[in-house]
């Protein structure tokens, strides 16, 4: 089977660990994972904005970069949901009725993280050690546009030494929502800060969701409260071993300061 | 009378306001989130819930796609049944049919049940213009007309209003209009009620002439229905002697059968009950029975506007539940007000742009204020997909900018990302500018995010919109592409 | 000048010009089956906070009189029940039925599944009016006329004439989205079945 790893603008400019992760765990379960160097973003920025037209050209280096792969996988709900469900949008807006055909056959090829661990491979026990006091947020298109269902709390109950605590009313949105969060900011603030105080209320050291865009609002709200919680995308506990545990004095999150000196 | 949404800011700077509005917040958490669990609840109890769904949005959207054929059979079984028949194209032909109607009977007052398409084009403002006093017999409705409010939400116009403030009202200004509220009334709802009551009795029992709406026009039948709880629908429908109903062209559903999932879909989805508890259906004049002259306005306002748009139409199938406000985390946080219509929420940001276009800021703001969660359409009972619409819309706004002079900064930006985004090699260089930034921001930032990552705390600019309330992360100084260069996907060198 | 009617019938052909007027309505489904449909509808009207008594023909008059505690009701002409004291409606006016504290009238459908009681307004239901204004409404039910679900309620039902759907006594959740009984309906509805 050929795989490869659709990163995400987002975390490939901003949290390549956790990219670093998915190929870390797909590799540890034997998945030997390929990263096409055409790839960009799935144009959800600006499907989202309103931007179609802009988005077309976007999508088709989508198409082109991911062709002859078997499955494409993504750490994150919202740009598989975007490849599922919003690229046949832009395609029928262009006009064009090859890009037509390549993304609606791209689409179906197209598995979120935790989709492509427990339908595709099979497993729920990936092997992971992350001895510390979780809770789980589930992205709005995680949950509600892809249906990931329970697959994320199944894989993170299976991790030795995790204590998973429910999030109350983990089903709301974070406020998020792309550029929903600048241009509603206070709204979008609003809705973060009830999320936040639902995340404090649990005790839990991490957050843990599937979506680094969703984590990067509700951890800086977090950050901002000087609330001792941290973020974290669901790879990179699942990546977490033993081995990566006695590294460090915590879970690895973001760029550390000594990784690069 | 009540207020006007005329002049109303766009959406973000209406939400600031009503975010600080502590009550208002407090009283909408409360309100919907004991309206969700309700719903949620009776919602539960039938198994085949998505299987009704899918026969709700059936049944609308095959009346829709018919339409023309519908109104007409409608229109003659209206007439068979000895009711007359107007047609309105707009807003002011609407009202000016039922002032005309109800002048032609020498009356100064009217009484209405509650009726999203009265409210929709401000009859009750013309009426006052014409000399004739509208008033209100819903009991939301009623807080809303003598607080001199807006309605704020579909269902319960006055969801932003609490018991201790629903006492104010009545004790300073039910004695305006008629019977005043007792002197000892309390903040119990049972009590608010009974005041209501009482106050009301009087207009239905004198009132010669009485507007409604309709949920649903049965075509082949010439029925017209109207759900509802208080009783004051049947008393508008019942006791007066001429009945004018101003009903939107999408209400029409075929055949009388048709009335079956929708009468099963709207009240759990609506007040969470199994069955509203009342529900009047009519058909023309009954002789000996009920009023003796029966008008029906059909309504367009831009409905068939929203019709020609092949995405939004299912707008139309719209039953006005009221769900989808019920459970949207931005409605539950700035309430109906901020989104400046009689329609606000989720529905209301797709319907409005749809029926008047997006030439206007204010409107054309609506199809932004959602974070895109889709909660709304895991509720909908008649399955609008409400954020593909939303997404629809949003490029409705940017189309109709694209001939600017001026772009805005906005799209500036998006295509930029756009060219950035179309080759892998210019992102690749946008990302290096990118963690040389990261590096200055890493060297001088006094923030770290829990776990040690360098951030940035408030910033100047248009990064103030994100670092008001929330740290940004430092952008890393390799990026992911950077990297998998560099080790060869993690094979050589630090491979972490 | 054309008129409204042709402009708005215009409009709509051209909106939808192009567009396939034929949709697959899926059939609604039916309800599951609930067993013993009178019981359910007895627990279900209960569920409103509105009062249900059974009991068998020869018991009806009695439990009437009972339920009534000697208000005095306004009947339909057709009601077939000899209702002491009570007013035979040939036309009241509404103010007149706004002095009287009841109404006693059959139904014409009960609905199990949702606890809703249907008049269809025959004669022995009588108009719409006196089952409206009067301040508690006893309502007989046989329990043949007990069905299980909306969908077959429709099906009996005649659109041609005037129909009232009564779930529980008037009620608002406009105060707080809470419900509370008792609006400007029969603050009080007395369900009775007779089996
Ligand atoms: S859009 Fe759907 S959920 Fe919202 S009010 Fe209309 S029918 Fe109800």
């Known amino acids: 089977m050929r795989v490869a790893l659709q990163v995400t603008c987002v975390n490939d400019a901003m949290f390549p660990d956790t990219g670093k992760a998915v190929v870390r765990l797909l590799r540890r379960l034997g998945v030997d994972v390929d990263f096409p160097r055409a790839q960009t973003c799935c144009g959800q920025p600006m499907v989202n904005t309103g931007y179609l037209d802009e988005a077309v050209p976007v999508v088709r280096t989508f198409v082109d970069a991911f062709a002859g792969y078997d499955a494409i996988v993504t750490p994150s709900g919202s740009c598989a949901g975007s490849a599922r469900h919003q690229h046949s949008i832009v395609a029928e807006r262009s006009g064009d009725a090859v890009l037509q055909a390549a993304v609606a056959e791209t689409g179906p090829r197209t598995y979120e993280l935790s989709e492509f661990l427990v339908d595709v491979l099979g497993v729920t026990d990936v092997g992971a050690y992350f001895p510390h006091r979780v809770t789980y947020h589930p992205t709005c298109h995680s949950l509600r546009m892809l249906g990931v269902g329970d697959r994320p709390q199944r894989l993170l109950e299976a991790v030795r030494g995790l204590t998973l605590v429910d999030l109350p009313h983990a089903t709301e949105c974070c406020g998020f929502g792309g550029t929903f969060a600048l241009k509603n900011a206070d709204t979008s603030v609003a809705m973060g800060a009830d999320k936040a105080r639902h995340v404090r209320d649990t005790g839990a050291e991490v957050l843990v969701a599937g979506d680094n865009s969703c984590l990067m609002h509700i951890g800086g709200m977090l950050s901002r409260q000087r609330a001792g919680v941290r973020v974290m995308h669901l790879a990179e506990i699942l990546a977490s071993t033993e081995e990566t545990e006695g590294e460090s004095d915590g879970p690895v999150v973001g760029e550390r300061a000594g990784d690069l000196a | ?420 985004f179309s080759d892998s090699r210019r992102l690749a260089w946008a990302e290096r500018a990118s963690g040389l930034a990261g590096r200055v921001m890493s060297r001088f930032s006094r923030t770290t995010l829990p776990g040690g990552r360098a951030a940035a705390g408030r910033l100047p600019g248009p990064a103030a919109g994100w670092t008001g309330a929330r740290d940004l992360p430092a952008p890393p100084e390799e990026s992911f592409r950077a990297w998998w260069d560099r080790t060869d996907g993690g094979q050589f060198g630090e491979g972490r | ?96 039925l706004d002095g009287i504290d009841a109404v006693v009238t059959r139904a014409a459908v009960g609905i199990a599944e949702t606890g809703t009681i249907v008049l269809d307004h025959q004669p022995d239901q009588g108009r719409r009016v006196i089952s409206l204004v009067p301040d508690l409404h006893v309502c007989i039910v046989d329990s043949s006329q007990v069905v299980a679900d909306v969908p077959d309620a429709i099906a009996l039902l005649d659109p041609a004439r005037p129909l009232t759907w009564i779930s529980g006594p008037s009620a608002t959740s406009d105060i707080e989205l809470d419900r509370v009984e008792g609006v400007h309906g029969p603050r009080t509805l007395h369900v009775v079945v007779v089996a």
């Open chain 2, 1 to 420: 009378m009540s207020g006007t949404f005329v002049g109303m800011p766009a959406f973000p700077t209406a939400a600031r306001a009503a975010l600080g509005n502590t009550q208002l917040r407090r009283n909408l958490a409360h309100a919907t989130h004991t309206i969700r669990d309700k719903r949620a609840q009776v919602v539960g109890e039938v198994e085949e819930w998505e299987a009704l769904r899918l026969a709700g949005a059936g049944v609308k959207e095959a009346a829709l796609r018919d339409l023309a054929t519908h109104l007409e059979t409608l229109e003659e079984s209206l007439i068979r049944a000895g009711a007359v028949v107007h047609w309105a194209r707009d807003a002011e032909e609407a009202c000016e049919i039922v002032a005309q109607v109800a002048k032609s009977h020498q009356v100064d007052e009217v009484v209405k049940v509650k009726s999203m398409a009265t409210l929709e084009i401000g009859l009750n403002d013309h009426l006052e213009r014409e000399g004739i006093a509208a008033w209100e017999t819903d009991l939301a409705e009623l807080i809303v007309q003598l607080g001199d409010d807006l309605p704020s939400h579909i269902l319960v116009p006055a969801i932003h209003r609490n018991r201790a403030e629903i006492r104010e009202i009545f004790r300073t200004r039910m004695a305006a209009s008629g019977r005043p509220a007792p002197d000892d009334l309390s903040d119990d709802p049972a009590a608010l009620a009974g005041a209501a009551r009482e106050h009301m009795r009087e207009k239905f029992l004198r009132a010669k002439v009485a507007v409604s709406g309709a949920n649903f026009a049965v075509a082949d039948t010439g029925t017209l229905v109207v759900v509802e709880s208080e009783g004051n629908g049947r008393m508008c429908l019942t006791l007066p002697e001429v009945l004018i109903s101003v009903v939107g062209i999408e209400k029409v559903v075929a055949t009388w059968s048709d009335l079956d999932p929708m009468l099963r879909l709207l009240p759990r989805s609506s007040t969470g009950e199994r069955m509203n508890p009342y529900t009047s259906t009519w058909s023309g004049v009954h002789p000996g029975d009920g009023p003796q002259e029966v008008h029906v306005v059909l309504l367009d306002n831009g409905r068939t506007r929203a019709l020609a748009d092949d995405v939004g139409r299912q707008a139309l199938r719209c039953i006005r539940c009221s769900a989808c406000l019920n459970v949207c985390p931005v409605y539950e946080r700035t309430g109906g007000h901020a989104y400046g219509s009689v329609y606000p929420g989720p529905i209301g940001a797709i319907l409005n742009p749809l029926l008047k276009g997006v030439s206007d800021e204010q409107t054309a703001s609506l199809p932004y204020a959602s974070s895109l969660c889709g909660a709304c359409f895991e509720v909908c009972p008649v399955r609008i997909d409400i954020p593909s619409v939303l997404v629809d819309q949003r490029a409705a706004v940017v189309d109709s900018h694209r001939d600017d002079r001026r772009p805005k900064a906005e799209a500036v930006a998006m295509k930029a990302a756009a060219w950035a």
């Open chain 3, 1 to 96: 000048m054309t008129s409204a009617r042709d402009e708005i019938l215009r409009r709509v052909r051209s909106a939808l010009d192009g567009v396939s007027p034929a949709v697959a309505v899926p059939p609604a489904p039916r309800a599951p089956d609930r067993g013993d449909l009178v019981a359910l509808f007895v627990e279900r009207v209960e569920d409103y906070r509105a009062e249900v008594t059974r009991c068998t023909p020869a018991e009806l008059d009695g439990l009437v009189a009972e339920v009534l505690n000697g208000a005095q009701a306004v009947v339909p002409p057709g009601l077939g029940l000899d209702v002491a004291g009570s007013v035979v409606d040939h036309g009241l006016t509404s103010i007149e």
